[in-house]
C-alpha cells in the first residue's frame, strides 16, 4: 500500500523496486565474504558531477521545513537569549583569526626595519605581541561563553523535539507502526532524539558553522595578502603553501556508501553465517546449559576452526572490509604531483636566499608566518566544505523530522459518537460478525474466512481452538487494531468503521495472549489500565489484590515501585568482586569488558510467568472494574489464564464471573473448563473457521468436535 505524506524523496525508500541482480542499473563488488550492490545514477546523472548537481539542488525542496523549525526553535521562549550569545560568540570568534594574522603582520615590519636601520620598533613589538595575546585571551573567553551556551540550548531544543517526536509516534495504529517503510521513517527521525545533539541543533549549528567559516575565510585572505603583498615574491609563497596545503590534505574519493543510492550487502557463504552463530551461541549465556550438559565444548570449537578456515573469502564485518578497501589506493598523477608541491616552498625560499642572502631573515619570517596562516586557512576551508556538504543531508533530515506527523493510519478514524447514551453500557455491548475474512498486512494467507456471529448485549462469549485457529484475530478485529478483508463487524448494530475510534477503545477493556508490560515501574503498569486513575494509589492496590499480584509485588524490595525492566543504567568503576549489589540492584560483572571506562547494573526483576500474567491481569482489572467515569460494556480476555496454576486460574475465574455484572464478556481459550459451562454463546474454532456454535449442553449433544475435545480434556483429570 503506497503512503501518501509527502512526495518521493531522493533518500530513504521509495516506491520502486531494488533488484540487485540487474546489471544494468546495479553494480555488484565482491567484498571477501560479503556481496555488495549498488544502485547507479541513472541516465544524464551518471556524467561527471551531474548527479551530486542534482542531488544538491534538490535541498531547495527541503528549505520551507527548515525554516519552519527555525521559527518552531525562535518559539522557545527560553532558547532566544542563549541562541543570540551564540551567534554573537560565533560571528567574532570568526574574525578573531584575521585580526590575530594582522597583529603577526607587524613582525615582518618591525624585522624588515631592524634589518635597514638596525633599530627595533619597540613601541610596534609591544602592540603587536599585547595584541596577540589579547587575541589568544579573547579566543579562551569565546570558546568558554560558547561551550556554556551550547549545551543547555541543545538540551532545551532537544526536549522540544523529543516530545514532538513522542507525540507523532503514539498516535499510530498498529498495522502503519508495523509497516516497514514508516519504520524506516521513524528510526530516521528518533535516531537524532537518542542522540547527544538534537537535529535540529545540528542543523542549525552547521548552517552557523558555514555562515561563519565563510566570514573567516575571506577575512583571513584579504588580511593575508595584505600582510604580505609589500614582500618581495609575497603573492607567489601565497600560492605555493596553499598547494603544498592542499596536496597535504588527502582528496581520494575512497570506497564508501552514498546515503543518496539504494544499496544492499549479503554474505552467501554458508561457512561464514555458521561462524556468525557460532560466535552468537557462545557469548549468550542461555545456551551455556545446553553446552556444558551436553558436552559440546570440543564439538563446537572443532565447528568453529573448520567454519573459519573454509571461509570463501576474507572473513571480517561489512564494514571493517569497507574500511579496507577504502584504504586501498593505487599512485595518482596527482599524488606525485603533490610530493613536488609539498617540497616547492622550501626549494623556493632557498633560492630566493641565495639571489638576496641580506633578505633572510624577512623571508623567513614570511614563510613562517604564511605557513601558519595556510594551514589555519586550509583548515578553515576543509571544514568549509565539510559542513556545505553535510548541509543538505541535515536538511532532508529535517524534513522527515516533521513529515512523521503526515503519516495516515491505516484504520481511518470513523466519525460517529458513540455510544449515544453512557448509561447503556452498563447492560453491555452487542458484538455481530458478518462474513468477516481477514489476513494480516503483507501476508497472503487468510487467518479468518467467513466468519459470521452475533453475541448480544450482557453475554458471556467463549472462543475455543486450538493455538492459530483465528480466536486472538477475533478480539483485535473487535477493537479495529485493524480492518477486515471482507465482511462487517457491527457494534450495536452499528457498523464499527463508522463509530469514533477513541470513542470505541474507551468502552473496552481487553487483555491479550501476548500482552505486555512497560519499562515502567509496577505501579504505572497497573495504572495504565486507567490513565483517569493513574495516581491514585489505593486504586492501583485493589487492582492488584483483584488480580492476584499484590502479595508478591510486596515482597519486592521496592513493592509497587519497582522495575520489572529498568530504563536507565547505572555507571560506576572500580567495584571489587565482592560488591553483589549496588544501589539496591545487582552488579552486572559481565558488562565490565564492554563498559567504556564502567559498569551497569542488572537493571530486571525476574517474575515467573504466572506473576507476569497476574500483573496484566491487574492491569485490566484497573481499567474494567475500577475506573470512575470510565463506562467500560465490553470485556475480552485472550488466553488470561495461559501461565497460571490451577488455584489461581479458578479464582480469576471467580472474580470475573462475580465483578463483571451485566457487561458482555468474551474469552478465547484452547481450555474448556470453568468458563464454558456458564457461557451464553460457545465458538469453536479450527483453521480459520468456525466450526461449531452454541451453548455447552447444545454443543455435547450434538456430539462434535467440541464435545470431543471436552471428554477429552475431562479424561485427563480423571
Partial sequence: MGRGWGKKTRRGPGHGNFDPHDVNTVKHTRLGVWDLYEQMDPGIARLPGVSEMMRRLEVLNDLPYVWRMVRDVASIKSCRLYF?????????????????????????????????????????????????????????????????????????????????????????DVPTFDDPLVQTRLDTATTSSRSTHSLAWDTISVVIAVLTATIRLASQFSVLLKVVGGQRDGVIFVVLHFGQELFRNDFKPGFYLFS?????????????????????????????????????????????????????GLVADFYELLRYKSSQTTPSLSSLLSVLLREAPEAFYLLRAAEHPASIPVSIASMRLVQATTSSFMTAFMGFLNES???????????????????????????????????????????????????????????????????????????????????????KLILRLYDP????????????????????????????????????????????????????????????????????VDRLPEGFDTYLDRPVRDYYSGIPGGTKTLFGRPVNFGAVDHAMGGMRSSNSVHLSGGQMQRLAVSRSFMRSLLSEGQDIGLLLFDEPSAAL??????????????????????FSSHRFGQLTRPADLILYMNDSEIVEAGNHVGLMRQGGEYARLWNLQAQAFL
Fill in 645 to 666: 496454576d490451577p488455584t489461581a486460574e479458578h479464582d480469576l475465574f471467580v472474580r470475573l464471573k462475580n465483578l463483571r455484572g451485566q457487561k458482555t464478556m468474551i
Fill in 260 to 312: 543518496a543510492k539504494a544499496w544492499a550487502a549479503t554474505t552467501k557463504d554458508r561457512e561464514y553465517v555458521k561462524l556468525q552463530g557460532l560466535k552468537r551461541t557462545m557469548n549468550d549465556n542461555s545456551h551455556r546449559k545446553e553446552i556444558v550438559a551436553g558436552n559440546l565444548e570440543r564439538f563446537l570449537t572443532h565447528e568453529f576452526r573448520y567454519a573459519y578456515n573454509n571461509a570463501s
Fill in 389 to 475: 556538504g553535510s548541509i543538505a543531508e541535515r536538511f532532508h533530515k529535517v524534513r522527515q523530522l516533521y513529515e512523521i506527523e503526515n503519516i495516515p493510519n491505516d484504520v481511518v478514524d470513523g466519525n460517529i459518537s458513540f455510544p449515544e447514551d453512557r448509561q447503556s453500557l452498563k447492560s453491555g455491548m452487542s458484538v455481530e460478525f458478518r462474513n468477516v475474512s481477514f489476513k494480516y498486512p503483507g501476508s497472503e494467507n487468510m487467518v479468518l474466512r467467513d466468519i459470521s456471529f452475533k453475541v448480544e448485549k450482557g453475554q458471556l462469549c467463549v472462543i475455543v481452538g486450538s493455538n492459530g485457529s483465528g480466536k486472538s484475530t477475533v478480539l
Fill in 485 to 552: 478483508t471482507e465482511g462487517t463487524i457491527l457494534i450495536d448494530d452499528q457498523d464499527i468503521r463508522t463509530l469514533k475510534l477513541a470513542d470505541l477503545r474507551e468502552c473496552v477493556s481487553v487483555l491479550f495472549q501476548d500482552y505486555t508490560h512497560f519499562p515502567l515501574s509496577i505501579r504505572d503498569n497497573i495504572a495504565l489500565g486507567s490513565p483517569q486513575c493513574a495516581h491514585d494509589s489505593d486504586k492501583v492496590r485493589e487492582a492488584a489484590r483483584l488480580g492476584g499480584a499484590e502479595d508478591f
Fill in 84 to 172: 543570540l550569545i551564540y551567534c554573537i560568540v560565533e560571528l567574532l570568534s570568526s574574525l578573531l583569526p584575521a585580526v590575530t594574522l594582522w597583529f603577526s603582520g607587524h613582525y615582518l615590519s618591525i624585522i624588515q626595519t631592524a634589518i635597514e636601520r638596525s633599530v627595533v620598533d619597540r613601541e610596534l613589538l609591544l602592540y603587536a605581541s599585547v595584541g596577540r595575546l589579547g587575541c589568544a585571551f579573547a579566543g579562551r573567553v569565546l570558546q568558554y561563553i560558547k561551550s556554556s551556551v551550547e549545551f543547555p540550548l541543545n538540551l532545551k531544543i532537544k526536549k522540544h523535539y523529543s516530545i514532538h517526536i513522542f507525540e507523532n509516534m503514539a498516535r499510530l
